[in-house]
């Protein structure tokens, strides 16, 4: 019998606001269009894994302020199927929101974000005595202020909460936010000994274990993307690492064994935003490993499905059922 899938972390609604321009220091730039989505790692990650299967059991744990956005965050998951009964709902808390500027020629995006209620998500409303999946992914580390805080024993609470999940036997995973700091190896290592599946992009791979990603022409550069995984894993990732980036994803096993796979050739036109691309990737990672596929084609779907999100300026209105995604993979691979 299937288990399913939990995914814990933020829930927001994003504003995702078109503009003509990303406007220099006190100019301006024009909003063409603006719309309302679901955000954050569990909504999205979820939302497009019930798109690409509505057969898997999905499960949230998070927390909404009790308002109109957190009405409309909770209507939009149960209506795909997702167990709502972790997410707690603050009366004194709004519920988190970003302003999504997204730049309308290149689909480039910047956040501006309001943590609202996901600050307030703590150890506490996991019900670790009761938990059942198959997979615990969490997310985001480095904006989730009570589980990013120092613990005595395990350098976070992140850290020790994924401890106890896989003391029950489900296998863990995090993913992590593009933060401009230097908070990554005070933070994020201290949970890579206990997490199984680490799925993140080059940015946050590369400050983890503080190597870059880019060359400076700021193309990719392969090698280092190799090193960036072995790094994970030398420092405890146990299955599996997976780095993505627009130019494709590539994931390296505990034995050694590498995997690259080229992002799409998606035709002109074809993306009209970026926002929650990388939530996509992982939904398709997470999938993949779900179903025991192939690591190759596991990254072939998660590229596919980050490619179906970039045909629309919200977080998950892009995605397909699997059937259509590896259609996409194979008409544009």
């Known amino acids: 019998m299937e288990k399913g899938i939990i995914v814990a972390g933020n ?3 994003d504003y995702v606001k078109m503009i003509d321009n990303y406007p220099k220091k006190g100019m301006l730039a024009n909003i063409t269009h603006v719309t309302r989505g679901v955000g954050g790692c569990a909504a999205n990650t979820l939302s497009n894994l019930a798109i690409i299967d509505s057969s898997i059991p999905l499960k949230c744990i998070g927390a909404v302020g009790r308002d109109e956005n957190g009405r409309y965050l909770m209507n939009f998951l149960e209506n795909l199927g997702i167990d709502i009964t972790c997410v707690k709902e603050w009366d004194k808390e709004m519920t988190s929101f970003s302003d999504v500027m997204t730049v309308k020629e290149s689909g480039e995006r910047t956040f501006f974000h309001a943590r609202g209620a996901n600050a307030v998500l703590s150890e506490q409303d996991i019900p670790f005595e009761t938990i059942t999946a198959d997979i615990f992914h969490i997310g985001y580390a480095l904006l989730l202020d009570r589980f990013d ?4 024993e395990y350098g976070t609470v992140m850290a020790r909460v994924l401890h106890r999940i896989q003391k029950t036997g489900i296998k863990t995973s995090i993913d992590l936010v593009s933060e401009d700091s230097e908070r990554f190896e005070k933070v994020v290592r201290p949970s890579l000994k206990y997490c199984n599946y680490f799925i993140a992009n080059e940015i946050e791979g590369g400050r983890t274990v503080s190597i870059t990603p880019r060359k400076e022409d700021d193309t990719i550069d392969r090698e280092h993307i190799k090193a960036i995984c072995k790094e994970l894993l030398d420092l405890g990732v146990k299955d599996l690492v997976v780095i993505h980036a627009p130019e494709g994803g590539w994931a390296m096993t505990r034995e050694g064994a590498f ?3 080229p992002a799409l050739q ?3 036109g074809y993306i009209k935003g970026s926002v ?3 939530d996509a990737f992982c939904a398709g990672m997470l999938y993949g490993i779900y179903k025991q596929y192939g690591i190759e084609e596991c990254l072939q779907i998660a590229c596919a499905a980050a490619a179906a999100n970039l045909a629309c300026s919200d ?3 892009g995605m397909k059922p699997i ?3 590896k259609q996409l993979y194979n008409l544009y691979h």
């Open 11 to 13: 829930l927001l609604v």
């Open 149 to 152: 805080r120092e613990d005595a």
């Open 259 to 261: 995997y690259d796979v």
């Open 266 to 268: 998606l035709p002109c």
């Open 276 to 278: 929650g691309a990388g």
């Open 315 to 317: 977080s998950v209105s």
């Open 323 to 325: 059937e259509t995604i």
